[in-house]
Nanobody, 124 residues
């Protein structure tokens, strides 16, 4: 199996930045790519960004392009989410996920493994 551990969440003022990290362990060789989702209270889990493990192709939610950047370090089995120009609407629990097949990357059902989530709170 694959284990995912997120870190880097916290409290930040509007306009600030945060970088989330997600370290993968276990049978990482079965991972085709990884993604980030977020879930605010009372809302559905929302796609943020995804990246393929090899080649590095990236995908973003249309509403977040330009502010968020996903990247990876294959040697460390780690994926990052750089978040800039944060606003209170970005407040949510951010989840890292991994998938084996490379399809349905913008839906939670396309992922096989999930981290426990990290809280991001943006104050106004």
């Amino acid at each position: 199996q694959v284990q995912l551990v997120e870190s880097g969440g916290g409290l930040v003022q509007a306009g600030g930045s945060l970088r989330l990290s997600c370290a993968a362990s276990g049978r990482t060789f079965i991972i085709y790519g990884m993604g980030w989702f977020r879930q605010a209270p009372g809302k559905e889990r929302e796609f943020v960004a995804a990246i393929n493990w090899s080649g590095g192709s990236t995908y973003y939610a249309d509403s977040l392009t330009g502010r968020f950047t996903i990247s990876r370090d294959n040697a460390k089995n780690t994926v990052y989410l750089q978040m800039n120009s944060l606003n209170p609407e970005d407040t949510a629990v951010y989840y890292c996920a991994a998938h084996r097949t490379g399809s349905n990357l913008n839906t939670p059902g396309g992922y096989d493994y999930w981290g426990q989530g990290t809280q991001v709170t943006v104050s106004s």
